[in-house]
């Protein structure tokens, strides 16, 4: 027979085929459940269905590795059009930086020769002063104005259109940070004049410092960083460290205003970085960032996703066309193998049919051999009360004979008693032949009410004398007032013989000829569902016994002992009348097989309880 086996909860569809739908394992250290169950009773598969199941199959297999690659390459493609064009921003950032930074230090160089030019005094001459300027102005055109300052921050001259002359900066950030490092860009700010307006100022060093000081024309330095245009919606910026921009953007945004959906980015270690992110319009955006002014500015470029995406449509629109006509190739192939298929399948299932049936069969015949002394033994000994019976008949005849006269009334009764024996042993050898002939012979599947108490009875009757010769205390217990259920007889011997005989072994195994006990119970449990359970104290099952549970010719018991099959059998046959199979078993405890049917009517009972010992 089987060995005790593994508890995991296994539910397999019985529709003629093997095919498990699912395998669940519920294993709490060295416990196991398992549970199979059917989703539908007997009858063949439909093989209408298993035609489409198989033309979806070959649909699928090529469909998802085709799919995958498909995109997979999109996904590629995408993100390589997302890197050149955040390449190309970040290009674009560097290649503007350059111009700004060369544009700044152009006018710090221009404030640099006038210093080298002229000497203090004569920049202290407003009209010489005016003269520089005028030349400046013509030059660039980027000067506002242009003051001479000295180490207290007021002006010694001042040339420009607004009224600054008394002003003092020895507060001012410009003035304060050109007299620390000796020159200066300062960010956009109002200051005196409440115009936006940014200054270049540089030292002329020294014990008692000059700064000459110019004014750029914020417009001007605006349209330079707004000169790039990327896309249709790309667009650059300038912002200060705190934020705020320093170049305008006419219907966006204002100088000075702060910048509330512009990421911030961070590294010292790289000078321009690239990022995407969620623009406040819920649109999503690219974006290169770079440092300038000795890292006080950032220039920003930034445009539109789908803006710098919009290459990909095309591409996306033809792979979408050759995807189409590969779909239609696989789907045309499709539908011819499958009716190939399906038609091999069909002979294929057939065959295994025949084998599936020829393995109960040789299955039952192992039970059956295994239970033959035993029958043996219990047909013997109803022969022998009936042989003694009719020893008995037959002296009284001879008796009659001799005195041939009429029989005494004491005479009559006993030999019609004798004969009423006889004819009581005749009808229990009848019955345990009919056991086994039940088990030996192959009926077919169809399911019809049973009652459970005649099940335990019947098999408790076959087993009973196995039990005494092994001494096992073997005790069943039935329910009173069991729904019955639908379901083959025979299958069932066959599940419960099977049981039964591996809970003896087990029991056997551990405790020998005292101390095994078995017990075989018919109730109905809280879901009003015919419940049978084998309780053993046996070793239990370890996990790698759990583990290979119900598979075929998988076996603890030396090779004269056991098929590897009994198990096997018994979940399938279960499954086949619509029940399930559960297992609970802990080392050096025991083991509880049960088998749950559905009721055609459940009542609830007590229990009465027979036992016999050995």
Known sequence: MCSRATGCLARTRSDGNKDRDDLWSDCHGRTGRLEYMKNQQGGRRSFENARAMIFLGIVVVPLVPYLTVLILSAMLFVNSSIRSSQAALRQVVDNQVEVIQRYLDERLN???????????????????????????????????????????????????????????????????????????????FLGYRDVPHLIVALSTGGEHPLI?????????FSRIVESVRIGATGEAFLLNDRGQYQTRHPGKWDLLET??????????????ATLQFQADNGRHVLMASATLNNGRWRLIAQQELADAASGIIGAGVFALIVSALGGAVTLSLAFFASGYIDKALAQTEEEKDLLRSRLDRSVRLAELGEMAAGFAHEINNPLQVIRAELTLIKIHLSRF?????????????????????????????????ASILRIGRQESSRPVPINPGEVVQAIALLMERKTIARGIVFTRRIANNLPPFLGDQGKLQQIFLNLLNNAFHAVGERWGKDGGRVDFIASV????????????????????????????????????????????????????????????????????????????????GSFEQSRSEG
């Open 110 to 188: 221009d404030l640099r020769l006038v210093l080298h030019a002229y000497s203090p005094g004569q920049l202290a001459d407003p009209e010489i002063l005016a003269d520089i300027f005028r030349v400046l102005h013509q030059q660039s055109g980027a000067f506002v104005d242009l003051g001479l300052v000295d180490a207290s921050g007021n002006h010694l001259a001042y040339c420009g259109p607004y009224v600054l002359q008394d002003k003092n900066y020895a507060g001012a950030e410009w003035f304060q940070t050109t007299r620390r490092h000796g020159f200066h860009v300062s960010d956009v």
């Open 259 to 272: 910048a509330h959906d512009v990421p911030a980015y961070s590294d010292p270690g790289q000078q321009t």
């Open 401 to 433: 004979a001799q005195q041939g006269g009429g029989l005494a009334t004491e005479t009559v009764a006993e030999l019609n008693e004798s004969l009423a024996q006889s004819l009581l042993q005749i009808e229990r050898c009848g019955t345990i032949t």
């Open 212 to 220: 000459l000081r110019a004014t750029l024309d914020s417009d001007a």
């Open 525 to 604: 449990n809280e879901a009003g569902q015919v419940l049978f359970q084998v309780r053993d104290n046996g070793p239990g099952m370890p996990q790698t016994v759990l583990e290979n549970m119900y598979t075929s010719f998988f076996t603890t018991k030396p090779p004269e002992k056991g098929t590897g099959l009994g198990l096997a059998v018994c979940y399938r046959l279960v499954a086949s009348m619509g029940g399930v199979i559960e297992v609970d078993t802990r080392e050096q405890v025991g083991t509880v097989f049960s088998v749950r049917f559905p009721a055609v009517a459940a009542r609830e």
